[in-house]
């Protein structure tokens, strides 16, 4: 079974440009995940989409930050403006059912960011 | 809010010795509990969790944690290191707002 996919692997930008980021999910998972990973912290969730739909985007920096699900398999997240503090790693991840309980979450391998 | 605090930002044993890596959480209720490990350059993957049932929970590589309600526990130990198990460590809680709360990570250095 194939894991979760994403792209670049690698980014490197000036600040107030914008950038994008793919994920494509394992199949048949129903929920999508985008956390955002600071050096030496935990991951932080950004944004859940349940099939195509918005769970909770309570931490998505919205002014600049932009995520969409399409046909509730790929998924985009984009930054435009970035700014230096956006430098981090940005982790995909994905899950079965609904989200909830124990149910478990299956990360990508991430995309590292930097921000000059 | 759930939060989650790992004790030790850092820790180093030596090849064969006891791995013991240290996790309280904050909750109201009984949580779920998670394990996930970080390799250079990846994403994370899942060690073990904690949901219902046996509060001593096997994951993979040989680790193993115990749910301590009363102390708000979920540590993780391993009896014998390997150079392997050299990582980031990240212990997280899913409860409530249906989210799940990472703590900071413990990085793991194995000495040989």
């Known amino acids: 079974e194939a894991g979760v996919a994403q792209s670049p692997r690698y980014k490197i930008i000036e600040k107030r440009q914008s950038v994008a980021f793919w994920c494509n999910p394992i199949?048949?998972?129903?929920?999508l995940y985008w956390y955002q990973q600071i050096l030496g912290q935990g991951p932080k969730l950004l944004i859940q989409f349940q099939n195509n739909g918005v769970v909770d985007d309570s931490q998505l920096p919205k002014d600049r930050f932009s995520a969409e699900r399409l046909k509730g398999v790929d998924s985009t997240l984009k930054i435009q403006p970035a700014k230096l503090e956006d430098s981090a790693v940005y982790l995909c991840?994905?899950?079965?059912?609904?989200?909830?309980?124990?149910?478990?979450?299956?990360f990508g391998p991430g995309t590292r960011l930097l921000v000059l | 809010a759930q939060s989650v605090t790992q004790l030790g930002s850092h820790v180093s044993v030596s090849e064969g010795a006891l791995v013991l890596l240290r996790c309280n959480y904050s909750?109201?209720?009984?949580?779920?509990l998670f394990w996930y490990v970080q390799y250079p350059n990846q994403g994370l993957q899942l060690l073990l969790k904690y949901t219902t049932g046996a509060t001593l929970v096997k994951g993979i590589n040989g680790f193993e944690a115990e749910f301590k309600k009363s102390e708000t526990s979920f540590h993780l130990t391993k009896p014998s290191a390997h150079m392997s198990d050299a990582a980031e460590y990240f212990c997280?809680?899913?409860?409530?707002?249906?989210?799940?709360?990472f703590g900071q990570g413990t990085r793991l250095t194995i000495n040989p």
């Open positions: 199949s048949g998972h129903a929920t």
């Open positions: 991840a994905s899950s079965f059912l609904r989200g909830r309980g124990g149910e478990t979450q299956y």
């Open positions: 997280a809680v899913f409860q409530g707002a249906q989210k799940l709360v």
């Open positions: 909750s109201s209720v009984p949580p779920y």
